[in-house]
Structures are given as C-alpha cells and as structure tokens.
Nanobody, 125 residues
Framework: QVHLEESGGGSVQAGGSLRLSCAAS????????MGWFRQAPGKEREGVAA????????YYADSVKGRFSISQDNAKNTVYLQMNGLKPEDTAMYYC??????????????????RGQGTLVTVSS
C-alpha cells in the first residue's frame, strides 16, 4: 500500500524559507509523477510543483516559479519542495501526492492516486 508522509512545515515570516520532505513507501515503481499541491481555507486546491521521477522533468505553477524548487532523492524514495521567498499567500496545507506520469503538468492534481496527510505552512507578514 502506498504511503506518503510529509514533514517540514511550520511558521515563518515573509521572505523566509522552508523545505518540505515527502517520504514514499509501499511501492517500487520508479515511473511516477510526484508532486505537491496546497489548499488554503476557502480556496481551491492548487497544484504547486511536480516531478517526473523517471527523468526529473518538472512542472511549477506560475505563482511559485522562481521561488520553489522540487527535487527527488531516488535512493531515499523522498521528494523535496524547497520554498524560498515565502509570501503570506503561500499559507496553506501542503500535500505530497503521487499521480499518473501521463499528467505530470498543470493537470497532475486531476490524476492523483495517493496523497499524504499534509503539513501546514504559515507565512506571516
């Protein structure tokens, strides 16, 4: 059974940085799309970043381009989201997720087959 566990959330001031980690277990297939999406109260789910595990190709939402970076450590089955230049509007629950590799782009949140419990990121002004 696929298990995704996030860590690294917390509270920071605007302009600060956080690194989220997602430890994946329960499967061996390396041909997946791993991503992060976020959801704030009263707002729609937003796919933030995704990475195609087979070749490292990445996708970023326009709202985080140039500030966030997604990476993977295949040896550790872990995906990271480095978040720099955080803004108050980045405040949300962040979820790690696995999706079909056929949709590792702006549509990856529509093709999820596993997600973690989430980790809260709070950015104060």
């Amino acid at each position: 059974q696929v298990h995704l566990e996030e860590s690294g959330g917390g509270s920071v001031q605007a302009g600060g940085s956080l690194r989220l980690s997602c430890a994946a277990s329960g499967y061996r297939d390396n041909h997946n799309c791993m991503g992060w999406f976020r959801q704030a109260p009263g707002k729609e789910r937003e796919g933030v970043a995704a990475i195609l595990t087979e070749n490292g190709a990445t996708y970023y939402a326009d709202s985080v381009k140039g500030r966030f970076s997604i990476s993977q450590d295949n040896a550790k089955n872990t995906v990271y989201l480095q978040m720099n230049g955080l803004k108050p509007e980045d405040t949300a629950m962040y979820y790690c997720a696995r999706a079909s590799p056929l949709f590792c782009d702006e549509d990856f949140t529509k093709a999820l087959d596993a997600r973690g419990q989430g980790t809260l990121v709070t950015v104060s002004s």
